[in-house]
């Protein structure tokens, strides 16, 4: 019984919080709720819950200030919820240290479908030894960290070393929605903050050494307007 997740549920709109309670107990997930921001970071402490959902617009607090003070003690995952005129607070809350999103009006298999993937990066990451591994794999794709080298199907990549860190970047971080301000600060600094357009034409380079469609593409997923997402591949 105690096996089973628990969720907390941060969403002060009634109907909103009733459908994600429903399903939660239609699916084998435990949940607390929480009505604001205040109450949120209160359940979180005392609960340590396995995941939290999170409505960015909240009565007492922006959402992304919920997940800051979080991140201050906890890297509890965060799914957070915004409907379509909040899709700047998403890229806030994204870069405040959120890890994933879904957008209102969303349906239930999407919110199930979203715990599960955050449930297998948990679950990734707990096995994983504290020491990062030298090796990284991904389906065809493999990264050997101490040789700086990548492989796909066994034939080595030819990467610029800026592909090469933004794939190390995206494969340290699969499964994670990584916004783009995230990305240009990690490959080139702050200086280079927001020059979207340069990391989608690196991204466009990167993508033709791996990608086996580059029209389907099947390692690095992008969320427009948001940012890229290393998928895993089975
Ligand atoms: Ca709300």
Same mark, same amino acid.
């Given at each position: 019984?105690?096996?089973?997740?628990?969720?907390?549920?941060?969403?002060?709109?009634?109907?909103?919080?009733?459908?994600?309670?429903?399903?939660?107990?239609?699916?084998?997930?435990?949940?607390?709720?929480?009505r604001?921001?205040?109450?949120?970071?209160?359940?979180?402490?005392?609960?340590?819950?396995?995941?939290?959902?999170?409505?960015?617009?909240?009565?007492?607090m922006?959402?992304?200030?919920?997940?800051e003070?979080?991140?201050?003690?906890?890297?509890?995952p965060?799914?957070?919820?915004?409907?379509?005129?909040?899709?700047?607070?998403?890229?806030?809350?994204?870069?405040?240290?959120?890890?994933?999103?879904?957008?209102?009006?969303?349906s239930?298999?999407?919110? =199930?479908a979203?715990?599960?993937? @955050?449930? /297998?990066?948990?679950?990734?990451?707990? *096995? %994983?030894? #504290? !020491?990062q591994s030298?090796?990284?794999?991904?389906?065809a794709?493999?990264?050997?960290?101490?040789?700086?080298?990548t492989y796909?199907?066994?034939?080595e990549?030819?990467?610029?070393?800026?592909?090469?860190?933004?794939?190390?970047?995206?494969?340290?971080?699969v499964?994670k929605?990584?916004?783009?301000?995230?990305?240009?600060?990690k490959?080139?600094?702050?200086?280079?903050?927001?020059?979207?357009?340069? =990391?989608?034409?690196?991204?466009a @380079?990167? /993508?033709?050494?791996?990608?086996?469609d *580059? %029209?389907? #593409? !099947?390692?690095?997923?992008?969320?427009?307007?948001?940012?890229?997402?290393?998928?895993?591949?089975?």
């Amino acid at each position: 019984m105690n096996n089973k997740p628990l969720i907390l549920v941060v969403e002060d709109d009634p109907p909103v919080l009733n459908l994600i309670s429903t399903t939660l107990k239609a699916h084998e997930y435990r949940h607390v709720s929480a009505r604001n921001g205040a109450a949120a970071l209160l359940e979180a402490s005392s609960h340590n819950p396995d995941i939290m959902l999170l409505d960015l617009g909240l009565p007492d607090m922006d959402g992304t200030e919920v997940i800051e003070k979080i991140r201050g003690w906890s890297n509890l995952p965060i799914i957070v919820i915004s409907a379509r005129a909040e899709d700047s607070d998403k890229i806030a809350a994204l870069d405040a240290g959120a890890d994933d999103y879904l957008t209102k009006p969303f349906s239930v298999e999407e919110l =199930l479908a979203r715990l599960r993937a @955050t449930q /297998r990066r948990l679950a990734l990451m707990q *096995s %994983e030894s #504290p !020491q990062q591994s030298s090796v990284f794999t991904n389906g065809a794709l493999k990264i050997d960290y101490a040789a700086g080298c990548t492989y796909l199907d066994g034939e080595e990549l030819h990467l610029t070393p800026i592909e090469y860190k933004l794939l190390c970047l995206l494969a340290q971080n699969v499964g994670k929605v990584l916004t783009h301000t995230f990305i240009t600060q990690k490959i080139w600094g702050s200086s280079w903050e927001n020059d979207i357009a340069s =990391l989608r034409v690196f991204m466009a @380079t990167l /993508r033709k050494k791996i990608e086996p469609d *580059s %029209e389907a #593409p !099947q390692y690095i997923q992008t969320h427009i307007g948001v940012g890229y997402r290393m998928l895993r591949v089975d």
